[in-house]
């Protein structure tokens, strides 16, 4: 009996060892296989990397053509610029300027032109980089550096001194008199305690007296149904009336804000490059 359980822990013991033994020789050839796959991959995508950037360039090109600019930026991020050539990765960050501005993402766009600067583009990238930076810190608010560039860009780029003189002066008188910027906060507090008087102070003065009025009309309302002791009616009607007007007319100011702001700006920018787009 003694014998016979020897011999089992005997033959268990190997068949054990064995199996222990095959699944890690299977184990080591799946993780070998694995690695085999993925430097291939990798050297593949190196092999091929110039023709899928080229592509991808061209897919962007393609969305920004037919004016679909998230999807020709989304393009344009999937490319590891660290295989792109440097003529490519100059063509990848030009295109990431221009949808960054077109996308009205301003402080990205500046950080792009920095990066691009670094990679030594020619005279013209470098020009209508410089002319979009030109914009891009108008856009952000930032007139007195824009103001700097626009002068360098004019000493870089007039093709004589008179020329030179001549847009100084004009861009000189455009700065002093640069859109005068509503502050969203000031708007925000009077909108608090002034019904109506945001959007007004926002530049919308019309639409900001209808709103006071609306607000009015719902508060007296309510008080005179409270005065009738018509409370269900007060309360449902005339101060939930004025709840709805007087939170829809702060999220009013806001917007008329930013509308307005940005209508100064894109007007200003527009009367700039008309000084300066021609030299």
Excluded at 59 to 77: C, F, G, M
Excluded at 139 to 161: G, H, M, P, R, T
Excluded at 223 to 243: C, D, K, P, R, S
Aim: charge should be positive.
């Amino acid at each position: 009996m003694k014998k016979w359980k020897k011999t089992s822990f005997i033959i268990f013991s190997i068949l054990l060892t064995f199996y222990s033994t095959n699944a890690q020789i299977q184990q080591n050839k799946a993780l070998f296989t694995e690695r085999i796959s993925l430097l291939d991959s990798i050297f593949s995508s190196q092999i091929n990397s110039f023709e899928q950037i080229e592509l991808k360039i061209k897919l962007s090109r393609n969305y920004l053509e037919e004016k679909k600019h998230v999807q020709a930026i989304a393009e344009l991020e999937k490319i590891p610029l660290y295989l792109a050539t440097k003529e490519q990765q100059k063509n990848i960050l030009f295109f990431q300027i221009l949808l960054n501005y077109l996308l009205e993402d301003y402080n990205k766009c500046l950080q792009k032109t920095t990066a691009f600067q670094s990679l030594n583009p020619s005279k013209l990238q470098t020009k209508n980089i410089e002319l979009i930076k030109i914009l891009s810190l108008n856009q952000i608010e930032n007139f007195d550096s824009s103001f700097n560039l626009a002068n360098s860009y004019i000493e870089n780029y007039a093709k004589n001194l008179v020329e030179k003189d001549s847009l100084t002066n004009l861009v000189g008188k455009l700065y002093n008199n640069k859109p005068k910027i509503k502050s969203l906060q000031k708007a925000n507090i009077i909108a608090t305690f002034v019904p109506g008087g945001g959007i007004i102070y926002g530049g919308k003065p019309l639409m900001g007296l209808f709103s006071f009025s609306l607000q009015s009309v719902s508060l007296s309302f309510a008080i005179w149904e409270f005065l009738q002791q018509n409370y269900i009616t007060g309360y449902v009607v005339g101060l939930a009336m004025l709840q709805k007007l007087y939170f829809g007319s702060l999220k009013q100011t806001i917007k008329v804000t930013n509308e307005q702001n940005k209508e100064k700006i894109h007007t200003f920018n527009a009367q700039l490059l008309v000084f300066i787009e021609s030299i």
